[in-house]
């Protein structure tokens, strides 16, 4: 048994409206240092498989194929064994 830990995030050069609301918000209960924030989503994913690198595999599908989508976001991800 595996667990996988995905991060997706949008590209750099993309645009983030959520992340421009979320900081004017942080702002306004005076938190002025913030610069920047930029919202992604957070996947844990449990999956039988035979070895670390078909988990990996199976991962890095699940990601190309619907965790996200290429044209505008980025994933990692890490792998543990449980």
Not at 40 to 46: P, Q, V
């Given at each position: 048994m595996f667990l996988a830990r995905v991060y997706v995030t949008l590209k750099?050069?993309?645009n983030d409206p959520q992340g421009?609301?979320?900081m004017g918000g942080l702002h306004s209960l005076g938190y002025d240092a913030v610069s920047d924030v930029r919202i992604?989503?957070?996947?844990?994913?449990?999956l039988d498989a035979g070895d670390q690198e078909?988990?990996?595999q199976a991962v890095a599908g699940m990601c190309d194929q619907l965790l996200a989508n290429p044209v505008i976001e980025d994933f990692r991800f890490t792998?543990?064994?449980v």
């Open positions: 750099p050069a993309v421009l609301t979320v992604g989503k957070y996947l844990e994913i449990r078909t988990a990996e792998l543990e064994q």
